[in-house]
């Protein structure tokens, strides 16, 4: 038995892939201040939990902001070729993909093979974003778990004008000093978060199934919101977060000649 290994090292946490032609295991630890310790820690504990003897992993990639830092990986990838690699083997029928990540947002088109047609990325700032949203979250002393729970449907969105974190983040401290409900803005926060994501997917064309990857992507709320603001149904798997890794994992897989 022979394995490949992706490790995707995010701006917020570190993500890896044991793989075999299929998902052995799977780890999410949080990045710190060091992509390097946090790649290496996801690649020893992958191996340890599951038995697997170094030498019967014949391929290591990393991807990620992070990439860079890890020494101990065979080959680096973007992450955009690594999440068009990792939807695809969640559900050959996607076409188009939507990562929201911690730092950036990115959009993908992809064939029928998984490999890229076009893209658009959003990384000059956290507008948009796992942090964006996190930050706000923050502000407002919500936890971003308890979020579905906090948002009822009779809750109407109040409008946030700004989408620059600083400007955004003295916005809802405004609005909550007017009695404003906490619940309202958040669901405006949401919905601004949606518009952005919606103009970035306008930038490539909309095609088949719509993937939504990244830890943002565990959000119902944010889910329903985006898909109403493209019009179009998400695919969410359970991995959602994991998806760059996997891509990582799957072209390791590909590439190992025995």
Sequence with gaps: MYYSVGVDAGSVATKGVLFNGEIIDQLVIPTGWSPKDASYEVFQKL???????????KKIIGTGYGRISMPFVDKTVTEITCHAK???????ETRTILDIGGQDSKVISIDDLGNIVD??????????????LQVMASTLGIDISELDNLIGE????????????????SEVISLLAKGIEKESIMLGIVHSIANKASSLVSKVPLNNEVAFTGGVAKC??????????IGSPLFVSDNSQLVGALGAAVIAYNSIKL
């Design 47 to 57: 191996l340890e939990r599951n038995n697997v003897q170094r030498q019967q992993v």
């Design 86 to 92: 990792g939807a695809h083997f969640l559900n050959p």
């Design 119 to 132: 893209f658009s990325m959003n990384d000059k700032c956290a507008a948009g974003t796992g942090r964006f």
């Design 154 to 169: 009779n809750v109407k969105p109040q409008p946030i004008s700004s989408m620059c974190t600083v400007f955004a983040e």
């Design 220 to 229: 119902k709320t944010v889910r329903s919101a985006i898909s109403g603001k």
